[in-house]
Protein backbone atom coordinates (compact mmCIF):
# COMPACT_ATOMS: atom_id res chain seq x y z
CA UNK A 1 0.00 0.00 0.00
CA UNK A 2 1.33 3.43 -0.90
CA UNK A 3 0.42 6.51 0.88
CA UNK A 4 0.55 10.42 0.43
CA UNK A 5 0.88 12.17 3.78
CA UNK A 6 0.01 16.00 3.77
CA UNK A 7 0.98 18.06 6.77
CA UNK A 8 -0.68 21.80 6.69
CA UNK A 9 -1.80 21.69 10.72
CA UNK A 10 0.89 25.46 11.64
CA UNK A 11 3.59 26.77 9.76
CA UNK A 12 5.04 24.22 7.38
CA UNK A 13 3.62 22.17 4.37
CA UNK A 14 4.83 18.91 4.22
CA UNK A 15 4.18 16.48 1.52
CA UNK A 16 5.47 12.63 1.55
CA UNK A 17 4.78 9.26 0.03
CA UNK A 18 4.76 6.07 2.09
CA UNK A 19 5.23 2.55 1.13
CA UNK A 20 4.94 -0.39 2.78
CA UNK A 21 7.50 -2.38 0.36
CA UNK A 22 9.65 0.59 -0.16
CA UNK A 23 9.48 2.38 3.02
CA UNK A 24 9.53 6.60 2.78
CA UNK A 25 9.63 6.77 -1.19
CA UNK A 26 10.20 11.04 -1.44
CA UNK A 27 9.74 13.87 1.02
CA UNK A 28 9.42 17.68 0.51
CA UNK A 29 8.95 20.57 3.10
CA UNK A 30 7.96 23.74 2.57
CA UNK A 31 8.61 26.24 5.87
CA UNK A 32 6.76 29.50 6.13
CA UNK A 33 9.62 31.03 8.46
CA UNK A 34 10.21 33.79 5.92
CA UNK A 35 6.29 35.48 6.01
CA UNK A 36 5.70 35.12 9.67
CA UNK A 37 9.04 35.98 10.85
CA UNK A 38 8.45 39.75 10.74
CA UNK A 39 5.27 39.57 13.19
CA UNK A 40 7.70 37.46 15.65
CA UNK A 41 4.77 34.37 15.54
CA UNK A 42 2.13 32.81 12.98
CA UNK A 43 -0.49 34.87 11.55
CA UNK A 44 -3.22 31.73 11.06
CA UNK A 45 -4.45 33.46 8.05
CA UNK A 46 -1.24 34.07 6.34
CA UNK A 47 -0.38 30.59 6.61
CA UNK A 48 -3.54 28.80 5.28
CA UNK A 49 -2.74 31.07 2.24
CA UNK A 50 0.57 29.81 1.87
CA UNK A 51 -0.57 26.16 2.38
CA UNK A 52 -3.02 27.09 -0.37
CA UNK A 53 0.13 27.98 -2.35
CA UNK A 54 2.49 25.45 -1.82
CA UNK A 55 0.46 21.93 -1.29
CA UNK A 56 -0.24 20.85 -5.04
CA UNK A 57 3.35 22.04 -6.12
CA UNK A 58 4.69 20.31 -3.50
CA UNK A 59 2.64 17.21 -4.09
CA UNK A 60 3.78 17.31 -7.95
CA UNK A 61 6.87 17.64 -6.77
CA UNK A 62 6.95 14.36 -4.24
CA UNK A 63 5.11 12.22 -6.65
CA UNK A 64 7.48 12.94 -9.17
CA UNK A 65 10.40 12.68 -7.24
CA UNK A 66 9.15 8.95 -6.13
CA UNK A 67 8.73 8.30 -10.00
CA UNK A 68 4.99 7.73 -9.25
CA UNK A 69 1.50 9.26 -10.62
CA UNK A 70 -1.10 10.05 -8.78
CA UNK A 71 -2.72 6.65 -9.91
CA UNK A 72 -0.12 4.97 -7.98
CA UNK A 73 -1.32 6.04 -5.06
CA UNK A 74 -3.41 3.92 -2.88
CA UNK A 75 -4.57 6.18 -0.03
CA UNK A 76 -4.24 9.59 1.08
CA UNK A 77 -3.54 10.99 4.34
CA UNK A 78 -3.53 14.46 6.24
CA UNK A 79 -3.36 15.81 9.65
CA UNK A 80 -7.16 17.01 10.75
CA UNK A 81 -5.85 18.53 13.69
CA UNK A 82 -5.26 19.63 16.39
CA UNK A 83 -3.87 23.07 14.56
CA UNK A 84 -4.85 26.13 13.36
CA UNK A 85 -8.23 25.43 11.69
CA UNK A 86 -7.74 27.28 8.52
CA UNK A 87 -4.05 25.85 8.29
CA UNK A 88 -5.72 22.19 8.74
CA UNK A 89 -8.58 22.84 6.50
CA UNK A 90 -6.43 23.26 3.59
CA UNK A 91 -4.64 20.09 3.64
CA UNK A 92 -8.15 18.54 4.74
CA UNK A 93 -10.05 19.64 1.48
CA UNK A 94 -6.84 18.51 -1.04
CA UNK A 95 -6.35 15.26 0.03
CA UNK A 96 -10.26 14.63 0.10
CA UNK A 97 -10.55 15.83 -2.96
CA UNK A 98 -7.42 14.17 -4.35
CA UNK A 99 -8.49 10.57 -2.81
CA UNK A 100 -12.01 11.25 -4.08
CA UNK A 101 -10.99 12.11 -7.84
CA UNK A 102 -8.31 9.22 -7.44
CA UNK A 103 -11.67 6.71 -6.11
CA UNK A 104 -9.12 5.74 -3.00
CA UNK A 105 -9.62 6.17 0.64
CA UNK A 106 -8.31 8.92 2.95
CA UNK A 107 -7.67 9.10 6.62
CA UNK A 108 -8.00 11.70 8.92
CA UNK A 109 -4.71 11.81 11.03
CA UNK A 110 -3.76 12.84 14.56
CA UNK A 111 -1.16 15.55 14.19
CA UNK A 112 0.40 14.13 17.75
CA UNK A 113 0.15 10.91 16.80
CA UNK A 114 2.08 11.43 13.67
CA UNK A 115 4.58 13.08 16.03
CA UNK A 116 4.48 9.90 18.07
CA UNK A 117 5.47 7.33 15.50
CA UNK A 118 7.81 9.27 13.69
CA UNK A 119 10.95 7.34 15.17
CA UNK A 120 9.09 4.40 13.47
CA UNK A 121 11.00 5.81 10.40
CA UNK A 122 14.17 5.38 11.44
CA UNK A 123 15.90 2.06 11.25
CA UNK A 124 16.28 1.33 15.71
CA UNK A 125 12.16 1.22 16.18
CA UNK A 126 11.18 1.20 19.73
CA UNK A 127 8.83 -2.15 20.65
CA UNK A 128 5.38 -0.76 22.93
CA UNK A 129 5.06 -0.46 25.32
CA UNK A 130 7.38 2.90 26.22
CA UNK A 131 6.89 6.17 27.49
CA UNK A 132 6.42 8.59 24.58
CA UNK A 133 7.49 12.84 25.44
CA UNK A 134 5.84 14.48 22.88
CA UNK A 135 7.44 18.30 22.62
CA UNK A 136 6.66 20.74 20.31
CA UNK A 137 5.21 24.29 19.51
CA UNK A 138 1.93 23.13 20.84
CA UNK A 139 1.99 20.62 22.98
CA UNK A 140 3.88 19.04 26.18
CA UNK A 141 2.48 15.30 26.56
CA UNK A 142 3.78 12.32 28.71
CA UNK A 143 2.14 9.84 27.04
CA UNK A 144 2.21 5.78 28.31
CA UNK A 145 2.12 3.52 24.53
CA UNK A 146 0.90 0.73 25.05
CA UNK A 147 0.05 0.23 21.15
CA UNK A 148 -1.08 2.73 18.65
CA UNK A 149 -4.64 4.08 19.53
CA UNK A 150 -3.66 3.33 23.20
CA UNK A 151 -2.62 6.46 24.73
CA UNK A 152 -2.67 7.39 28.05
CA UNK A 153 -1.73 11.13 28.94
CA UNK A 154 0.35 10.87 31.73
CA UNK A 155 0.54 14.52 32.39
CA UNK A 156 0.96 17.81 30.01
CA UNK A 157 1.53 21.61 30.19
CA UNK A 158 -0.32 23.52 32.40
CA UNK A 159 0.64 26.88 30.55
CA UNK A 160 3.12 27.79 27.76
CA UNK A 161 4.02 24.17 25.80
CA UNK A 162 7.81 23.52 26.09
CA UNK A 163 8.37 25.37 22.55
CA UNK A 164 6.26 27.95 23.32
CA UNK A 165 8.33 28.83 25.93
CA UNK A 166 11.29 28.57 23.96
CA UNK A 167 9.83 30.60 21.26
CA UNK A 168 9.00 33.90 24.27
CA UNK A 169 12.11 33.56 25.54
CA UNK A 170 13.95 33.83 22.53
CA UNK A 171 11.86 37.02 21.47
CA UNK A 172 12.90 38.55 24.23
CA UNK A 173 16.71 37.72 23.98
CA UNK A 174 16.25 39.70 20.51
CA UNK A 175 16.18 36.00 18.70
CA UNK A 176 13.95 35.71 15.74
CA UNK A 177 10.97 33.50 15.26
CA UNK A 178 11.04 30.33 15.28
CA UNK A 179 13.71 31.17 18.30
CA UNK A 180 13.76 27.69 19.55
CA UNK A 181 16.79 26.65 17.61
CA UNK A 182 18.43 30.20 17.90
CA UNK A 183 18.13 29.77 21.41
CA UNK A 184 19.85 26.30 21.69
CA UNK A 185 23.06 28.04 19.44
CA UNK A 186 23.22 31.03 21.62
CA UNK A 187 23.17 28.97 24.99
CA UNK A 188 26.55 27.00 23.15
CA UNK A 189 28.66 30.97 24.07
CA UNK A 190 26.76 30.72 27.66
CA UNK A 191 28.74 30.22 30.93
CA UNK A 192 27.42 27.52 33.18
CA UNK A 193 26.37 27.88 36.76
CA UNK A 194 26.07 31.91 36.37
CA UNK A 195 22.21 32.17 36.63
CA UNK A 196 19.94 28.98 37.71
CA UNK A 197 16.68 28.81 36.48
CA UNK A 198 14.11 27.41 38.84
CA UNK A 199 12.98 23.40 37.80
CA UNK A 200 9.39 24.05 38.12
CA UNK A 201 6.52 21.86 39.50
CA UNK A 202 9.49 19.22 40.50
CA UNK A 203 9.73 19.38 43.77
CA UNK A 204 5.66 18.38 44.19
CA UNK A 205 4.26 14.89 43.05
CA UNK A 206 2.66 14.45 39.54
CA UNK A 207 3.86 14.34 35.89
CA UNK A 208 2.09 18.22 34.79
CA UNK A 209 4.23 20.64 33.43
CA UNK A 210 4.39 24.55 34.00
CA UNK A 211 7.11 26.53 31.47
CA UNK A 212 5.47 30.07 31.58
CA UNK A 213 7.39 30.81 34.55
CA UNK A 214 10.78 30.33 33.25
CA UNK A 215 9.71 33.20 30.75
CA UNK A 216 9.09 35.43 33.39
CA UNK A 217 12.59 34.03 35.55
CA UNK A 218 14.41 35.28 32.34
CA UNK A 219 12.98 38.56 31.90
CA UNK A 220 13.56 39.75 35.41
CA UNK A 221 17.00 37.95 35.21
CA UNK A 222 17.73 40.10 31.85
CA UNK A 223 16.00 43.14 34.05
CA UNK A 224 18.62 42.94 37.10
CA UNK A 225 22.05 42.19 34.81
CA UNK A 226 23.49 43.96 32.28
CA UNK A 227 21.62 43.76 28.81
CA UNK A 228 24.85 42.60 26.88
CA UNK A 229 25.80 39.28 24.49
CA UNK A 230 26.78 37.64 27.32
CA UNK A 231 24.23 37.84 29.65
CA UNK A 232 21.78 36.89 26.90
CA UNK A 233 24.29 33.98 26.52
CA UNK A 234 24.30 32.53 29.85
CA UNK A 235 20.41 33.59 30.39
CA UNK A 236 19.85 30.82 26.97
CA UNK A 237 22.06 28.37 28.27
CA UNK A 238 20.33 28.73 32.24
CA UNK A 239 17.04 28.56 30.14
CA UNK A 240 17.46 25.17 28.10
CA UNK A 241 19.01 23.72 31.22
CA UNK A 242 16.37 24.29 33.22
CA UNK A 243 14.23 22.87 30.76
CA UNK A 244 15.76 20.01 29.81
CA UNK A 245 16.08 18.67 33.75
CA UNK A 246 12.65 19.67 34.13
CA UNK A 247 11.73 17.08 31.09
CA UNK A 248 14.40 14.52 32.32
CA UNK A 249 13.16 14.65 35.92
CA UNK A 250 8.94 13.97 34.92
CA UNK A 251 10.43 11.26 32.27
CA UNK A 252 12.13 9.57 34.85
CA UNK A 253 8.95 9.71 37.37
CA UNK A 254 6.89 8.56 34.66
CA UNK A 255 8.75 5.81 33.84
CA UNK A 256 9.42 4.72 37.32
CA UNK A 257 5.59 4.89 37.75
CA UNK A 258 4.85 2.73 35.10
CA UNK A 259 7.89 0.48 35.42
CA UNK A 260 8.80 1.24 31.76
CA UNK A 261 11.85 1.11 30.42
CA UNK A 262 11.95 2.55 26.72
CA UNK A 263 11.68 6.43 26.32
CA UNK A 264 10.64 8.40 23.06
CA UNK A 265 10.99 11.71 22.45
CA UNK A 266 9.23 13.47 19.34
CA UNK A 267 8.01 16.78 18.12
CA UNK A 268 10.06 19.76 17.30
CA UNK A 269 11.78 20.29 20.86
CA UNK A 270 13.19 16.75 20.34
CA UNK A 271 15.76 17.88 18.00
CA UNK A 272 17.44 20.24 20.94
CA UNK A 273 21.25 18.42 21.55
CA UNK A 274 20.93 19.45 25.02
CA UNK A 275 17.93 17.52 26.30
CA UNK A 276 18.51 14.75 24.18
CA UNK A 277 22.28 14.42 26.19
CA UNK A 278 20.05 14.69 29.33
CA UNK A 279 17.49 12.09 28.41
CA UNK A 280 20.43 9.67 26.87
CA UNK A 281 22.05 10.09 30.10
CA UNK A 282 19.05 9.29 32.41
CA UNK A 283 17.95 6.30 30.31
CA UNK A 284 21.97 5.08 31.02
CA UNK A 285 21.28 5.36 34.29
CA UNK A 286 17.96 4.01 34.19
CA UNK A 287 19.42 0.71 32.13
CA UNK A 288 16.53 1.84 29.28
CA UNK A 289 16.34 2.35 25.60
CA UNK A 290 15.81 5.56 24.06
CA UNK A 291 14.59 6.29 20.79
CA UNK A 292 14.22 9.42 18.40
CA UNK A 293 13.46 10.37 14.75
CA UNK A 294 16.01 12.43 12.90
CA UNK A 295 16.15 15.77 13.53
CA UNK A 296 14.13 16.80 10.15
CA UNK A 297 10.89 14.71 11.66
CA UNK A 298 11.15 16.17 15.11
CA UNK A 299 9.65 19.03 13.74
CA UNK A 300 6.29 18.94 11.56
CA UNK A 301 7.15 16.93 8.45
CA UNK A 302 4.88 15.09 5.36
CA UNK A 303 6.44 11.44 6.09
CA UNK A 304 5.28 11.04 9.94
CA UNK A 305 1.58 12.06 8.56
CA UNK A 306 1.88 9.53 5.50
CA UNK A 307 3.16 7.11 7.65
CA UNK A 308 0.91 7.48 10.60
CA UNK A 309 -2.14 7.51 7.84
CA UNK A 310 -0.81 4.10 6.09
CA UNK A 311 -1.04 2.11 9.52
CA UNK A 312 -4.85 2.98 10.19
CA UNK A 313 -5.64 2.51 6.33
CA UNK A 314 -3.86 -0.83 6.04
CA UNK A 315 -6.04 -1.57 8.86
CA UNK A 316 -9.28 -0.73 7.29
CA UNK A 317 -9.83 2.25 8.68
CA UNK A 318 -10.84 5.64 6.77
CA UNK A 319 -13.21 8.70 6.40
CA UNK A 320 -16.35 9.40 5.53
CA UNK A 321 -16.57 11.88 2.48
CA UNK A 322 -17.62 14.69 4.72
CA UNK A 323 -14.58 16.70 5.53
CA UNK A 324 -13.60 17.22 9.18
CA UNK A 325 -10.64 19.29 10.92
CA UNK A 326 -10.14 19.75 14.65
CA UNK A 327 -7.99 22.48 16.17
CA UNK A 328 -8.51 20.54 19.35
CA UNK A 329 -8.57 16.68 19.72
CA UNK A 330 -7.30 14.58 22.41
CA UNK A 331 -5.10 11.70 21.51
CA UNK A 332 -6.71 9.79 24.09
CA UNK A 333 -9.76 9.73 21.77
CA UNK A 334 -7.89 7.72 18.94
CA UNK A 335 -9.42 4.36 18.13
CA UNK A 336 -6.52 1.22 18.36
CA UNK A 337 -5.10 -0.19 15.32
CA UNK A 338 -7.64 -3.30 15.24
O1 LIG B 1 6.69 20.00 16.18
P1 LIG B 1 6.92 21.35 15.65
O2 LIG B 1 7.69 21.51 14.37
O3 LIG B 1 5.57 22.12 15.43
C1 LIG B 1 4.47 21.98 16.26
O4 LIG B 1 3.75 20.95 16.14
O5 LIG B 1 4.30 22.89 17.10
O6 LIG B 1 7.64 22.18 16.82
C2 LIG B 1 8.06 23.48 16.64
C3 LIG B 1 8.71 23.98 17.93
C4 LIG B 1 9.03 25.45 17.89
O7 LIG B 1 8.59 26.04 19.10
C5 LIG B 1 10.55 25.49 17.76
O8 LIG B 1 11.15 26.63 18.33
C6 LIG B 1 10.93 24.24 18.53
O9 LIG B 1 9.96 23.29 18.15
N1 LIG B 1 12.28 23.74 18.18
C7 LIG B 1 13.32 23.72 19.05
C8 LIG B 1 14.43 23.20 18.33
N2 LIG B 1 14.02 22.92 17.06
C9 LIG B 1 12.71 23.27 16.99
N3 LIG B 1 13.40 24.09 20.34
C10 LIG B 1 14.60 23.94 20.94
N4 LIG B 1 15.71 23.47 20.34
C11 LIG B 1 15.67 23.09 19.04
N5 LIG B 1 16.76 22.60 18.45
ZN1 LIG C 1 4.14 19.41 15.26
Avoid at 159 to 179: M, W
Avoid at 206 to 213: C, E, R, T, V
Avoid at 224 to 251: G, W
Wanted: with cysteine; hydrophobic share 45%.
Amino acid sequence: MRVLGIETSCDETGIAVFDNNNGLMAHALHSQIAIHAEYGGVVPELASRDHIRKCLPLITQVLNDAGLKGTDIDGVAYTAGPGLIGALLVGTSIARSLAWSWQVPAIAVHHMEGHLLAPMLETEVPCFPFIALLVSGGHTLLVEVHEIGNYKILGESLDDAVGEAFDKTAKLLGLAYPGGPALAELALQGEPGRFKFPRPMTNRPGLDFSFSGLKTFAINTLTANDNNAQTRADIAYAFEDAVADTLAIKCKRALQQTRLKRLVIAGGVGANLKLRQKLSQLMGKLGGEIYYPRPAFCTDNGAMIAYAGYLRLQAGQSQSLNMNANARWSLESLPPLL
